[in-house]
């Protein structure tokens, strides 16, 4: 199992997306930001008030400096698959429940996880602690993208293709949008899909066969399929 998802990991489809993109920020830094939050503690009664109302007012700025990072560099970005939330401390909870990340990435938050530091070592250790999280987040995509597949057929809307000749040839007439491939298939037949897939300005989608709509797609429909641009001929 291991050998074969090692030879076609180059054709998966969320998880190097989201490790390229933590890979691209650890080699160069998209914005660094220093927590200003006071430290230390003054006693007495309003000296303690005050410390703890302007703690809370320089935590509000910190977060909304982070918060609106992260919304400026990943608001609108294409083909994003997920977004995944750590570091030391309680400060990444209060991030993503405060409203200061854009609901719309809220949504794309993958995982938050507890780190023992920050900066490039932080982002290496939530990386290798998300790993199931990513996965699981793969697999929830590959099967909607199956359900929806499978709903195609039932309603015989002409919008989907399956079977290697027939996606192929979908392909070469540039009417597959999106194909979707078993991890299953020969890899020979996976190398010229994904040849053809780049050609046409496709995008290929591997399926796992560790979920049932991923073993039904392959043992049913051959492992291959496409979603088209236009509808087939009846």
């Known amino acids: 199992m291991a050998s074969r998802l090692d030879s076609r990991s180059k054709y ?68 994003l698959d997920g977004l995944l939330v750590g570091g030391p401390g309680f400060l990444k909870e209060e991030l993503v429940k405060g409203k200061y990340i854009k609901p719309d990435l809220v949504k794309k938050i993958i995982a938050v996880v507890d780190t023992g530091d920050g900066g490039e070592i932080g982002m290496r250790e939530l990386v290798q602690k998300s790993s199931e999280y990513i996965k699981e987040n793969e697999l929830v995509k590959e099967r909607d993208l199956v359900q929806s597949f499978l709903s195609s057929i039932s309603r015989d809307d002409g919008m989907v293709e399956y079977g290697i000749d027939d996606v192929k040839n979908a392909l070469v007439a540039g009417q597959a949008s999106k194909v979707l491939a078993s991890e299953a298939i020969d890899p020979a037949v996976m190398d010229e899909i994904d040849a053809l897939s780049k050609a046409s300005g496709s995008g290929i989608i591997i399926v796992s066969v560790d979920t049932e709509e991923g073993k039904m797609f392959n043992d049913t429909f051959g492992g291959i399929g496409a979603f088209l641009r236009w509808r087939r001929p009846a």
Request: aromatic share 4%.
């Open 12 to 79: 998966r489809g969320s998880i190097p997306r989201i490790l390229t993109t933590t890979v691209i920020a650890m080699t160069k830094t998209m914005k660094i930001i220093t927590d200003k939050a006071p430290h230390g503690h003054h006693k007495g009664g309003q000296s303690a008030q005050r410390f703890e109302r302007n703690r809370e007012i320089a935590k509000h700025e910190y977060l909304k400096r982070v918060g609106n990072a992260i919304n400026e560099h990943f608001d609108g970005m294409e083909r």
